[in-house]
Protein backbone atom coordinates (compact mmCIF):
# COMPACT_ATOMS: atom_id res chain seq x y z
CA UNK A 1 0.00 0.00 0.00
CA UNK A 2 2.31 2.13 0.99
CA UNK A 3 4.87 1.43 -2.05
CA UNK A 4 1.80 2.08 -3.90
CA UNK A 5 1.22 5.42 -2.34
CA UNK A 6 4.71 6.37 -3.08
CA UNK A 7 4.54 5.17 -6.80
CA UNK A 8 2.02 7.30 -7.56
CA UNK A 9 3.08 10.58 -6.26
CA UNK A 10 6.09 9.63 -8.27
CA UNK A 11 4.36 9.31 -11.34
CA UNK A 12 2.50 12.75 -10.25
CA UNK A 13 5.92 14.58 -9.81
CA UNK A 14 6.85 13.37 -12.98
CA UNK A 15 3.78 14.19 -14.73
CA UNK A 16 4.62 17.91 -13.46
CA UNK A 17 7.97 18.00 -15.63
CA UNK A 18 7.58 16.33 -18.39
CA UNK A 19 3.46 17.63 -19.43
CA UNK A 20 4.97 20.74 -19.86
CA UNK A 21 7.87 20.16 -21.40
CA UNK A 22 5.67 17.93 -23.95
CA UNK A 23 3.16 20.96 -24.60
CA UNK A 24 6.53 22.99 -25.41
CA UNK A 25 7.47 20.49 -28.24
CA UNK A 26 4.01 20.37 -29.12
CA UNK A 27 3.64 23.46 -30.05
CA UNK A 28 7.40 23.67 -32.26
CA UNK A 29 5.91 21.35 -34.65
CA UNK A 30 2.30 23.13 -34.60
CA UNK A 31 0.57 25.05 -37.52
CA UNK A 32 -2.39 25.98 -35.53
CA UNK A 33 -3.72 25.00 -32.48
CA UNK A 34 -7.20 26.86 -31.68
CA UNK A 35 -9.02 27.07 -28.56
CA UNK A 36 -10.49 24.78 -27.36
CA UNK A 37 -8.84 21.93 -29.61
CA UNK A 38 -7.01 19.19 -27.57
CA UNK A 39 -4.29 18.87 -29.58
CA UNK A 40 -3.29 20.60 -32.58
CA UNK A 41 -5.50 20.80 -36.29
CA UNK A 42 -2.46 21.27 -38.05
CA UNK A 43 1.21 20.16 -37.60
CA UNK A 44 4.40 22.09 -39.55
CA UNK A 45 7.96 22.66 -38.90
CA UNK A 46 8.15 26.43 -39.67
CA UNK A 47 9.28 26.90 -36.11
CA UNK A 48 12.39 24.69 -36.17
CA UNK A 49 12.84 25.56 -39.86
CA UNK A 50 13.52 28.83 -39.34
CA UNK A 51 15.91 28.61 -36.09
CA UNK A 52 17.81 26.39 -38.78
CA UNK A 53 18.23 28.01 -41.83
CA UNK A 54 21.37 28.99 -43.18
CA UNK A 55 22.38 32.06 -42.06
CA UNK A 56 20.19 32.08 -39.15
CA UNK A 57 20.75 34.66 -36.47
CA UNK A 58 19.18 32.01 -34.18
CA UNK A 59 22.04 29.70 -34.47
CA UNK A 60 24.76 32.42 -34.53
CA UNK A 61 23.41 33.74 -31.20
CA UNK A 62 22.61 30.03 -29.86
CA UNK A 63 26.71 29.60 -30.82
CA UNK A 64 27.85 33.06 -28.58
CA UNK A 65 25.35 31.38 -25.64
CA UNK A 66 27.36 28.66 -25.31
CA UNK A 67 30.70 30.26 -25.67
CA UNK A 68 29.93 32.97 -22.85
CA UNK A 69 28.46 29.93 -20.71
CA UNK A 70 31.15 27.89 -20.95
CA UNK A 71 33.20 30.53 -20.30
CA UNK A 72 31.49 31.88 -17.01
CA UNK A 73 31.60 27.98 -16.05
CA UNK A 74 35.08 27.64 -16.44
CA UNK A 75 35.77 30.88 -14.53
CA UNK A 76 33.17 30.97 -11.77
CA UNK A 77 34.44 27.32 -10.77
CA UNK A 78 37.54 28.98 -10.20
CA UNK A 79 36.54 31.42 -8.01
CA UNK A 80 34.05 29.08 -6.36
CA UNK A 81 36.52 26.14 -5.72
CA UNK A 82 39.14 28.02 -3.47
CA UNK A 83 36.32 29.98 -2.30
CA UNK A 84 33.79 26.86 -1.42
CA UNK A 85 37.34 25.40 0.09
CA UNK A 86 38.43 28.06 2.43
CA UNK A 87 35.13 28.78 3.87
CA UNK A 88 34.41 25.03 4.40
CA UNK A 89 37.75 24.17 5.66
CA UNK A 90 39.71 26.38 7.35
CA UNK A 91 39.03 28.92 9.96
CA UNK A 92 39.41 32.75 10.02
CA UNK A 93 37.74 35.88 11.10
CA UNK A 94 34.82 36.82 10.14
CA UNK A 95 33.86 33.68 8.41
CA UNK A 96 30.70 33.81 8.81
CA UNK A 97 29.83 37.36 6.98
CA UNK A 98 31.67 36.03 4.37
CA UNK A 99 29.46 33.26 4.05
CA UNK A 100 26.73 35.58 4.03
CA UNK A 101 28.16 37.74 1.71
CA UNK A 102 28.81 35.30 -0.61
CA UNK A 103 25.14 34.27 -0.93
CA UNK A 104 24.49 38.30 -1.49
CA UNK A 105 23.29 37.88 -5.12
CA UNK A 106 21.30 35.51 -4.08
CA UNK A 107 19.33 37.63 -2.08
CA UNK A 108 19.66 41.16 -3.61
CA UNK A 109 18.32 41.76 -6.79
CA UNK A 110 20.48 41.19 -9.93
CA UNK A 111 18.87 44.36 -11.44
CA UNK A 112 20.14 46.53 -8.56
CA UNK A 113 23.70 44.32 -8.60
CA UNK A 114 23.77 44.82 -12.77
CA UNK A 115 22.73 48.56 -12.50
CA UNK A 116 25.88 49.21 -10.47
CA UNK A 117 28.08 46.92 -12.06
CA UNK A 118 27.02 48.50 -15.37
CA UNK A 119 27.87 52.28 -14.77
CA UNK A 120 31.21 50.44 -14.05
CA UNK A 121 32.00 48.69 -16.87
CA UNK A 122 31.10 51.51 -19.00
CA UNK A 123 33.67 53.53 -17.60
CA UNK A 124 36.18 50.60 -18.04
CA UNK A 125 34.72 49.76 -21.61
CA UNK A 126 33.23 46.27 -20.92
CA UNK A 127 30.03 47.52 -22.04
CA UNK A 128 28.56 45.77 -25.02
CA UNK A 129 31.52 43.29 -24.89
CA UNK A 130 31.79 39.55 -24.35
CA UNK A 131 33.82 39.68 -22.54
CA UNK A 132 31.62 42.26 -19.90
CA UNK A 133 28.72 39.64 -20.35
CA UNK A 134 31.06 36.53 -19.49
CA UNK A 135 32.00 38.82 -16.20
CA UNK A 136 28.71 39.87 -15.54
CA UNK A 137 27.51 36.17 -15.50
CA UNK A 138 29.82 34.81 -12.82
CA UNK A 139 27.64 37.50 -10.40
CA UNK A 140 24.94 35.24 -9.98
CA UNK A 141 26.41 31.50 -10.65
CA UNK A 142 28.89 32.95 -7.68
CA UNK A 143 26.51 31.69 -4.82
CA UNK A 144 25.50 28.33 -6.29
CA UNK A 145 29.30 27.24 -6.14
CA UNK A 146 30.25 28.86 -3.22
CA UNK A 147 27.57 26.89 -1.57
CA UNK A 148 28.22 23.34 -2.95
CA UNK A 149 32.01 23.65 -2.51
CA UNK A 150 31.19 24.87 0.89
CA UNK A 151 29.05 21.91 1.69
CA UNK A 152 31.39 19.65 -0.05
CA UNK A 153 35.13 20.54 1.41
CA UNK A 154 33.06 20.47 4.76
CA UNK A 155 31.81 16.89 4.36
CA UNK A 156 35.34 15.48 2.74
CA UNK A 157 37.88 17.74 4.88
CA UNK A 158 41.21 18.15 4.02
CA UNK A 159 42.41 14.47 4.97
CA UNK A 160 43.23 13.29 1.68
CA UNK A 161 44.99 15.99 0.86
CA UNK A 162 47.33 16.52 3.94
CA UNK A 163 47.89 12.16 3.23
CA UNK A 164 49.04 13.73 -0.35
CA UNK A 165 51.49 16.03 0.91
CA UNK A 166 53.26 13.81 3.41
CA UNK A 167 53.81 11.37 0.10
CA UNK A 168 55.54 13.79 -1.37
CA UNK A 169 53.32 15.69 -3.68
CA UNK A 170 53.41 19.58 -3.89
CA UNK A 171 50.43 21.44 -3.62
CA UNK A 172 49.52 21.45 -7.73
CA UNK A 173 49.66 17.73 -7.86
CA UNK A 174 47.56 17.76 -4.66
CA UNK A 175 44.64 19.69 -6.22
CA UNK A 176 44.90 17.89 -9.32
CA UNK A 177 45.18 14.09 -8.61
CA UNK A 178 43.73 14.18 -5.27
CA UNK A 179 41.00 17.62 -4.17
CA UNK A 180 39.38 17.78 -7.85
CA UNK A 181 38.60 14.17 -8.04
CA UNK A 182 37.04 13.78 -4.47
CA UNK A 183 34.95 16.72 -5.07
CA UNK A 184 33.90 15.34 -8.54
CA UNK A 185 30.23 15.05 -8.02
CA UNK A 186 30.09 18.86 -6.43
CA UNK A 187 31.86 19.95 -9.48
CA UNK A 188 29.28 18.74 -12.07
CA UNK A 189 26.59 19.95 -10.21
CA UNK A 190 27.88 23.20 -9.66
CA UNK A 191 29.35 23.36 -12.80
CA UNK A 192 25.85 22.43 -14.76
CA UNK A 193 24.20 24.83 -11.97
CA UNK A 194 27.04 28.07 -13.00
CA UNK A 195 26.25 27.01 -16.68
CA UNK A 196 22.69 26.88 -16.69
CA UNK A 197 22.26 30.14 -15.05
CA UNK A 198 24.39 31.69 -17.69
CA UNK A 199 22.22 29.88 -20.37
CA UNK A 200 19.19 31.44 -19.13
CA UNK A 201 20.09 35.04 -18.57
CA UNK A 202 18.00 37.43 -19.99
CA UNK A 203 18.57 40.64 -18.61
CA UNK A 204 22.21 40.93 -17.12
CA UNK A 205 23.28 40.20 -20.93
CA UNK A 206 21.07 42.59 -22.10
CA UNK A 207 21.97 45.15 -19.62
CA UNK A 208 25.89 44.64 -20.17
CA UNK A 209 25.30 43.60 -23.59
CA UNK A 210 23.71 46.15 -25.15
CA UNK A 211 22.25 44.49 -27.93
CA UNK A 212 25.52 43.98 -29.47
CA UNK A 213 26.01 40.89 -27.93
CA UNK A 214 22.65 38.45 -28.71
CA UNK A 215 22.32 35.58 -27.04
CA UNK A 216 19.80 32.64 -27.31
CA UNK A 217 17.50 33.89 -24.87
CA UNK A 218 17.40 37.55 -26.12
CA UNK A 219 16.48 36.26 -28.98
CA UNK A 220 13.74 34.15 -27.87
CA UNK A 221 12.13 36.79 -25.60
CA UNK A 222 10.86 38.99 -28.15
CA UNK A 223 9.05 35.46 -29.82
CA UNK A 224 7.12 35.19 -26.54
CA UNK A 225 5.77 38.52 -25.94
CA UNK A 226 4.61 38.53 -29.39
CA UNK A 227 3.02 35.99 -28.95
CA UNK A 228 4.55 33.63 -31.83
CA UNK A 229 3.92 30.38 -30.53
CA UNK A 230 5.06 28.39 -32.72
CA UNK A 231 8.36 30.29 -33.09
CA UNK A 232 8.86 30.69 -28.73
CA UNK A 233 7.87 26.76 -28.46
CA UNK A 234 10.88 25.94 -30.87
CA UNK A 235 13.37 27.77 -29.48
CA UNK A 236 12.08 26.74 -26.23
CA UNK A 237 12.70 23.30 -27.44
CA UNK A 238 15.75 24.02 -28.72
CA UNK A 239 17.11 25.79 -25.40
CA UNK A 240 15.84 22.79 -23.46
CA UNK A 241 17.79 19.97 -25.86
CA UNK A 242 21.44 22.71 -25.79
CA UNK A 243 21.02 23.00 -21.99
CA UNK A 244 19.95 19.63 -21.42
CA UNK A 245 23.60 18.61 -24.14
CA UNK A 246 25.48 21.24 -22.33
CA UNK A 247 24.60 19.15 -18.96
CA UNK A 248 25.83 15.74 -20.09
CA UNK A 249 28.66 17.40 -22.45
CA UNK A 250 30.28 18.64 -18.54
CA UNK A 251 29.35 15.47 -16.84
CA UNK A 252 31.13 13.21 -19.66
CA UNK A 253 33.79 15.34 -19.95
CA UNK A 254 34.78 15.63 -16.39
CA UNK A 255 33.92 12.10 -15.49
CA UNK A 256 36.14 11.05 -18.32
CA UNK A 257 39.32 12.93 -17.24
CA UNK A 258 38.97 11.72 -14.14
CA UNK A 259 38.62 7.87 -14.59
CA UNK A 260 42.00 8.72 -16.90
CA UNK A 261 43.87 10.52 -14.05
CA UNK A 262 43.38 7.81 -12.08
CA UNK A 263 44.28 5.28 -14.84
CA UNK A 264 47.43 7.02 -15.19
CA UNK A 265 47.46 6.57 -11.10
CA UNK A 266 47.31 3.56 -11.69
CA UNK A 267 48.80 3.46 -14.70
CA UNK A 268 48.49 -0.39 -15.15
CA UNK A 269 45.76 -1.17 -12.87
CA UNK A 270 42.65 0.23 -14.21
CA UNK A 271 39.18 0.06 -13.51
CA UNK A 272 39.05 -3.20 -16.05
CA UNK A 273 41.06 -4.90 -13.91
CA UNK A 274 38.94 -5.37 -11.03
CA UNK A 275 37.47 -8.95 -9.84
CA UNK A 276 35.37 -8.63 -7.37
CA UNK B 1 66.59 7.59 7.96
CA UNK B 2 67.12 10.05 10.04
CA UNK B 3 67.72 11.08 13.55
CA UNK B 4 64.75 13.51 15.25
CA UNK B 5 65.06 15.91 17.34
CA UNK B 6 62.17 17.95 18.57
CA UNK B 7 63.73 21.33 20.54
CA UNK B 8 61.37 22.93 23.16
CA UNK B 9 58.32 22.60 20.90
CA UNK B 10 55.15 24.02 21.98
CA UNK B 11 51.62 24.55 19.85
CA UNK B 12 48.77 26.29 21.17
CA UNK B 13 45.04 25.79 19.25
CA UNK B 14 42.54 28.57 20.13
CA UNK B 15 44.76 29.65 23.48
CA UNK B 16 44.76 26.10 24.79
CA UNK B 17 47.75 24.34 24.77
CA UNK B 18 48.37 21.34 22.66
CA UNK B 19 52.01 20.82 23.54
CA UNK B 20 54.20 22.00 26.39
CA UNK B 21 58.00 22.45 25.46
CA UNK B 22 58.78 19.45 23.84
CA UNK B 23 62.24 18.03 23.67
CA UNK B 24 62.69 14.76 22.69
CA UNK B 25 65.24 13.01 20.37
CA UNK B 26 65.08 10.05 18.39
CA UNK B 27 68.34 8.00 17.49
CA UNK B 28 68.88 7.34 13.70
CA UNK B 29 67.13 3.68 12.72
CA UNK B 30 65.15 3.57 16.73
CA UNK B 31 61.43 2.25 16.65
CA UNK B 32 59.93 4.34 19.37
CA UNK B 33 56.00 4.84 21.06
CA UNK B 34 54.24 8.05 21.64
CA UNK B 35 51.76 6.74 24.40
CA UNK B 36 48.66 8.83 26.07
CA UNK B 37 45.56 9.21 26.25
CA UNK B 38 43.79 10.73 23.24
CA UNK B 39 43.50 14.61 22.86
CA UNK B 40 47.28 14.47 24.94
CA UNK B 41 48.67 15.89 21.53
CA UNK B 42 50.33 12.78 20.25
CA UNK B 43 49.06 13.29 16.60
CA UNK B 44 49.92 17.49 16.57
CA UNK B 45 53.16 15.92 17.49
CA UNK B 46 53.26 13.74 14.35
CA UNK B 47 52.16 16.65 12.12
CA UNK B 48 54.39 18.92 13.19
CA UNK B 49 57.30 16.53 12.41
CA UNK B 50 55.79 15.68 9.22
CA UNK B 51 55.05 19.82 8.45
CA UNK B 52 51.42 19.67 8.17
CA UNK B 53 51.25 21.82 11.67
CA UNK B 54 53.30 24.43 11.97
CA UNK B 55 54.70 24.65 15.57
CA UNK B 56 54.19 28.21 17.55
CA UNK B 57 57.76 27.65 19.76
CA UNK B 58 60.71 25.61 18.83
CA UNK B 59 62.40 23.83 16.34
CA UNK B 60 62.51 20.37 14.40
CA UNK B 61 65.44 18.85 13.18
CA UNK B 62 66.30 16.30 11.36
CA UNK B 63 69.82 15.14 10.90
CA UNK B 64 70.82 17.92 12.45
CA UNK B 65 69.52 20.28 9.91
CA UNK B 66 66.15 22.70 10.93
CA UNK B 67 63.36 21.09 8.41
CA UNK B 68 60.97 24.16 10.09
CA UNK B 69 60.93 25.91 6.78
CA UNK B 70 60.75 22.76 4.92
CA UNK B 71 56.98 22.30 3.60
CA UNK B 72 55.40 18.54 4.02
CA UNK B 73 56.08 17.19 0.65
CA UNK B 74 60.15 18.13 1.02
CA UNK B 75 60.43 16.54 4.45
CA UNK B 76 60.59 13.06 3.72
CA UNK B 77 58.55 12.02 6.63
CA UNK B 78 55.50 9.95 6.00
CA UNK B 79 52.58 9.80 8.12
CA UNK B 80 50.26 6.86 7.68
CA UNK B 81 46.99 7.98 9.36
CA UNK B 82 44.51 5.78 11.69
CA UNK B 83 41.84 5.72 9.03
CA UNK B 84 45.04 4.51 6.26
CA UNK B 85 42.96 7.51 4.14
CA UNK B 86 43.40 5.65 1.41
CA UNK B 87 42.30 7.62 -2.40
CA UNK B 88 39.18 6.04 -2.92
CA UNK B 89 39.41 7.09 -6.95
CA UNK B 90 42.42 5.08 -6.98
CA UNK B 91 43.25 1.40 -7.22
CA UNK B 92 45.33 -0.16 -4.30
CA UNK B 93 48.23 -0.25 -6.82
CA UNK B 94 47.63 3.24 -7.94
CA UNK B 95 47.65 4.53 -4.24
CA UNK B 96 50.50 2.61 -4.01
CA UNK B 97 52.35 4.09 -6.83
CA UNK B 98 51.49 7.27 -5.78
CA UNK B 99 54.18 8.76 -4.16
CA UNK B 100 56.67 7.51 -7.00
CA UNK B 101 54.35 9.53 -9.55
CA UNK B 102 54.45 12.32 -8.30
CA UNK B 103 58.57 12.25 -8.17
CA UNK B 104 57.69 11.45 -11.93
CA UNK B 105 59.80 8.11 -11.44
CA UNK B 106 59.51 6.48 -14.94
CA UNK B 107 56.42 4.55 -15.53
CA UNK B 108 59.25 1.08 -15.96
CA UNK B 109 60.45 1.86 -12.64
CA UNK B 110 57.45 2.17 -10.96
CA UNK B 111 55.62 -0.74 -12.09
CA UNK B 112 58.54 -2.87 -10.78
CA UNK B 113 58.81 -1.43 -7.66
CA UNK B 114 54.79 -1.41 -7.24
CA UNK B 115 54.75 -5.20 -7.87
CA UNK B 116 57.59 -5.94 -5.41
CA UNK B 117 56.08 -3.88 -2.84
CA UNK B 118 52.56 -5.38 -3.19
CA UNK B 119 54.46 -8.87 -2.82
CA UNK B 120 56.72 -7.79 0.18
CA UNK B 121 53.19 -6.43 1.04
CA UNK B 122 51.44 -9.91 0.57
CA UNK B 123 48.72 -8.17 -1.19
CA UNK B 124 49.78 -9.18 -5.09
CA UNK B 125 46.11 -10.07 -5.50
CA UNK B 126 44.62 -7.13 -4.63
CA UNK B 127 46.39 -4.16 -6.41
CA UNK B 128 43.59 -3.91 -9.15
CA UNK B 129 41.21 -3.19 -6.36
CA UNK B 130 39.41 -0.36 -4.97
CA UNK B 131 39.82 0.85 -1.28
CA UNK B 132 36.48 0.15 -0.35
CA UNK B 133 36.96 -3.77 -1.90
CA UNK B 134 39.70 -4.86 0.26
CA UNK B 135 39.29 -5.41 4.02
CA UNK B 136 40.90 -3.45 7.03
CA UNK B 137 44.23 -5.49 7.48
CA UNK B 138 44.28 -4.92 3.83
CA UNK B 139 43.95 -1.49 3.65
CA UNK B 140 46.37 -0.73 6.41
CA UNK B 141 49.27 -2.75 4.47
CA UNK B 142 48.22 -1.21 1.37
CA UNK B 143 48.87 2.14 3.57
CA UNK B 144 51.75 1.51 4.66
CA UNK B 145 53.24 0.26 1.40
CA UNK B 146 52.32 3.69 -0.08
CA UNK B 147 54.46 5.19 2.54
CA UNK B 148 57.47 2.61 2.54
CA UNK B 149 57.76 2.83 -1.37
CA UNK B 150 59.08 6.64 -1.22
CA UNK B 151 61.84 5.19 1.24
CA UNK B 152 60.92 7.80 3.85
CA UNK B 153 63.25 9.03 6.30
CA UNK B 154 60.76 8.74 9.39
CA UNK B 155 57.65 6.61 9.54
CA UNK B 156 54.82 7.98 11.59
CA UNK B 157 52.16 5.72 12.42
CA UNK B 158 49.30 7.50 14.08
CA UNK B 159 47.20 4.58 16.17
CA UNK B 160 47.96 1.80 13.78
CA UNK B 161 46.10 -0.54 15.25
CA UNK B 162 43.00 1.13 16.45
CA UNK B 163 40.94 -0.36 14.05
CA UNK B 164 41.90 -3.91 13.91
CA UNK B 165 40.43 -6.92 15.87
CA UNK B 166 42.34 -8.51 18.40
CA UNK B 167 44.08 -11.31 16.22
CA UNK B 168 44.65 -8.77 13.39
CA UNK B 169 46.24 -6.27 16.12
CA UNK B 170 48.82 -9.05 16.98
CA UNK B 171 49.79 -9.80 13.76
CA UNK B 172 49.92 -5.86 12.86
CA UNK B 173 52.38 -5.27 15.82
CA UNK B 174 54.33 -8.10 14.78
CA UNK B 175 54.49 -7.19 10.82
CA UNK B 176 55.63 -3.53 12.02
CA UNK B 177 58.24 -4.62 14.22
CA UNK B 178 59.69 -7.01 11.59
CA UNK B 179 59.78 -4.80 8.66
CA UNK B 180 61.47 -1.78 10.80
CA UNK B 181 64.19 -4.49 11.75
CA UNK B 182 64.37 -5.27 8.29
CA UNK B 183 64.42 -1.75 6.69
CA UNK B 184 65.89 -0.31 9.66
CA UNK B 185 64.17 2.91 9.44
CA UNK B 186 62.97 5.57 12.25
CA UNK B 187 59.66 4.94 13.02
CA UNK B 188 57.41 6.33 15.58
CA UNK B 189 53.99 4.78 16.47
CA UNK B 190 51.26 7.07 18.34
CA UNK B 191 49.17 4.90 20.07
CA UNK B 192 47.14 5.20 23.48
CA UNK B 193 47.23 1.02 24.44
CA UNK B 194 50.32 0.67 26.59
CA UNK B 195 50.29 -3.08 25.04
CA UNK B 196 51.00 -1.83 22.02
CA UNK B 197 53.42 0.75 22.95
CA UNK B 198 55.25 -1.89 25.23
CA UNK B 199 55.54 -4.63 22.43
CA UNK B 200 57.19 -2.59 19.27
CA UNK B 201 58.91 -0.17 21.06
CA UNK B 202 62.53 -0.03 22.61
CA UNK B 203 61.71 3.15 24.07
CA UNK B 204 58.25 4.96 24.84
CA UNK B 205 57.50 8.52 25.43
CA UNK B 206 54.09 9.22 27.78
CA UNK B 207 52.61 12.26 27.44
CA UNK B 208 49.84 14.03 29.37
CA UNK B 209 47.50 17.22 28.26
CA UNK B 210 50.41 17.83 25.72
CA UNK B 211 53.43 17.06 28.00
CA UNK B 212 56.01 14.43 27.78
CA UNK B 213 56.18 12.89 31.28
CA UNK B 214 58.54 10.51 31.04
CA UNK B 215 61.01 9.20 27.97
CA UNK B 216 62.52 5.91 28.47
CA UNK B 217 62.90 1.82 27.88
CA UNK B 218 60.08 0.30 28.40
CA UNK B 219 61.50 -1.15 31.83
CA UNK B 220 62.64 2.19 33.21
CA UNK B 221 58.57 3.30 32.98
CA UNK B 222 57.13 0.12 34.32
CA UNK B 223 59.63 0.34 37.43
CA UNK B 224 60.42 3.38 37.99
CA UNK B 225 58.12 5.72 36.64
CA UNK B 226 58.64 9.69 37.49
CA UNK B 227 55.04 10.53 38.80
CA UNK B 228 51.74 8.65 39.83
CA UNK B 229 50.11 9.53 36.49
CA UNK B 230 52.61 7.10 34.31
CA UNK B 231 52.66 4.84 36.75
CA UNK B 232 48.61 4.62 36.63
CA UNK B 233 48.94 4.45 32.85
CA UNK B 234 51.38 1.10 33.03
CA UNK B 235 48.84 -0.28 35.18
CA UNK B 236 47.24 -0.41 38.74
CA UNK B 237 48.93 0.97 41.78
CA UNK B 238 48.16 0.86 45.33
CA UNK B 239 49.79 4.56 46.54
CA UNK B 240 50.45 5.35 50.19
CA UNK B 241 51.64 8.96 52.02
CA UNK B 242 55.38 8.82 53.07
CA UNK B 243 54.72 9.96 56.75
CA UNK B 244 58.49 10.47 57.40
CA UNK B 245 61.44 9.39 56.12
CA UNK B 246 65.30 8.20 58.60
CA UNK B 247 68.60 7.07 57.40
CA UNK B 248 67.48 3.61 56.41
CA UNK B 249 63.67 3.47 56.15
CA UNK B 250 61.12 4.88 54.69
CA UNK B 251 57.69 4.98 57.14
CA UNK B 252 53.71 4.86 55.83
CA UNK B 253 51.83 4.11 58.14
CA UNK B 254 51.44 0.53 56.62
CA UNK B 255 55.10 0.02 57.84
CA UNK B 256 57.94 0.96 57.13
CA UNK B 257 60.09 -0.31 53.86
CA UNK B 258 63.96 -0.33 53.65
CA UNK B 259 65.72 1.93 51.51
CA UNK B 260 66.76 -0.64 49.06
CA UNK B 261 65.46 1.23 45.85
CA UNK B 262 68.35 2.42 43.57
CA UNK B 263 65.61 4.82 41.96
CA UNK B 264 65.93 7.01 45.28
CA UNK B 265 68.02 10.29 44.06
CA UNK B 266 70.01 12.45 47.00
CA UNK B 267 67.97 15.66 47.52
CA UNK B 268 64.65 14.57 45.95
CA UNK B 269 61.88 14.87 47.92
CA UNK B 270 59.32 11.87 47.70
CA UNK B 271 55.91 12.07 48.63
CA UNK B 272 54.19 8.83 47.54
CA UNK B 273 55.47 5.24 47.72
CA UNK B 274 53.43 3.30 44.72
CA UNK B 275 53.11 -0.95 44.90
CA UNK B 276 52.26 -2.79 42.30
CA UNK B 277 49.40 -5.43 43.03
CA UNK B 278 51.71 -8.16 41.88
CA UNK B 279 54.33 -6.56 44.45
CA UNK B 280 51.94 -7.58 46.96
CA UNK B 281 52.57 -11.11 48.83
CA UNK B 282 49.83 -13.30 50.29
CA UNK B 283 50.28 -15.55 53.63
CA UNK B 284 48.34 -17.39 55.65
CA UNK B 285 50.49 -16.52 58.87
CA UNK B 286 52.69 -13.94 59.69
CA UNK B 287 56.11 -15.63 59.68
CA UNK B 288 58.20 -12.30 59.43
CA UNK B 289 58.24 -8.99 60.99
CA UNK B 290 56.86 -6.18 58.93
CA UNK B 291 54.13 -7.91 58.06
CA UNK B 292 50.29 -5.96 57.18
CA UNK B 293 47.44 -8.07 58.67
CA UNK B 294 44.46 -7.62 56.30
CA UNK B 295 41.18 -9.02 55.59
CA UNK B 296 39.81 -10.47 52.41
CA UNK B 297 36.94 -8.10 50.80
CA UNK B 298 36.79 -9.39 47.42
CA UNK B 299 38.24 -12.33 45.32
CA UNK B 300 37.84 -12.12 41.21
CA UNK B 301 39.18 -15.15 39.39
CA UNK B 302 40.20 -13.78 35.81
CA UNK B 303 42.34 -16.74 34.45
CA UNK B 304 46.06 -16.70 34.28
CA UNK B 305 45.36 -14.07 37.25
CA UNK B 306 43.22 -13.80 40.43
CA UNK B 307 42.73 -10.19 41.59
CA UNK B 308 42.06 -9.45 45.76
CA UNK B 309 40.84 -6.29 47.47
CA UNK B 310 42.19 -6.43 50.91
CA UNK B 311 41.35 -4.33 54.08
CA UNK B 312 44.49 -3.32 55.77
CA UNK B 313 43.34 -1.03 58.44
CA UNK B 314 41.40 1.89 56.83
CA UNK B 315 42.66 1.36 53.30
CA UNK B 316 41.85 -1.34 50.54
CA UNK B 317 44.67 -2.40 49.03
CA UNK B 318 44.77 -4.85 45.38
CA UNK B 319 46.65 -7.20 44.90
CA UNK B 320 46.88 -9.97 42.22
CA UNK B 321 48.03 -13.68 42.06
CA UNK B 322 49.38 -15.77 39.45
CA UNK B 323 46.90 -18.28 38.63
CA UNK B 324 43.94 -19.77 41.23
CA UNK B 325 44.49 -19.28 44.72
CA UNK B 326 42.60 -20.18 47.06
CA UNK B 327 42.15 -17.34 50.07
CA UNK B 328 38.41 -16.64 50.25
CA UNK B 329 35.95 -13.20 50.78
CA UNK B 330 35.98 -12.77 54.87
CA UNK B 331 39.38 -14.41 55.48
CA UNK B 332 42.67 -13.09 57.59
CA UNK B 333 45.38 -12.58 55.36
CA UNK B 334 49.07 -11.25 56.17
CA UNK B 335 50.58 -9.68 53.39
CA UNK B 336 54.30 -9.14 52.90
CA UNK B 337 56.07 -6.00 50.50
CA UNK B 338 59.35 -6.17 50.00
CA UNK B 339 61.13 -2.97 49.44
CA UNK B 340 62.46 -3.68 46.61
CA UNK B 341 59.22 -4.04 44.54
CA UNK B 342 58.10 -0.37 45.90
CA UNK B 343 58.17 2.77 43.37
CA UNK B 344 59.08 6.28 45.39
CA UNK B 345 57.61 9.31 43.26
CA UNK B 346 57.77 12.68 43.65
Known amino acids: MKKQTSRAVLVVVALAFILPLMIILLWSVTVSWPFPDLFPREFGLRGLAQIFEEGSRALESLYTSVKISLWVTILTLMITIPGGKALGIYDFPGKAFIKIFALAPLIISPVAIGMGIHSTFIRLGLTNTELGVVLIHIVPGIPYGIRIFTNIFELVGNQLEEQGKVLGANSFQVFFHITLPTILPGLISAGSMIFIISFSQYFLTFLIGGGSVITFPLMMVPYIQSGDRTMAASYSAVFIVVTLCGLLAIEKVLKLYYSKSSGIAGAFYTRKKVKS | ?346
Open chain 2, 1 to 346: MSEILFDRISKHYDKEETIKNLTLKIEDGEIISLLGPSGCGKTTTLKILAGLVNPDFGTVYMDGINVNPLPAEKRGAVIVFQDHRLFPHMTVGGNIEFGLRMQKVPKRTRREKVEEMLKFMELEEHGGKFPDQISGGQKQRAAIARSLIINPKVLLLDEPFSNLDQRLKEEMRSFIVEIQKKLKITTILVTHDKEDALMTSKKIGVMFQGELKQYGTPEELYEEPSSIEVAKFFGEVNEFSIDHEDEHRIHTYLGAFNKTRLSMKRGVYYSKLLVRPEAVEIYYEEHSENMISGLVMERIYAGEKTYYSILCGERILKASVVGNCHWNEGQRVFLKIEGKNTMLVK
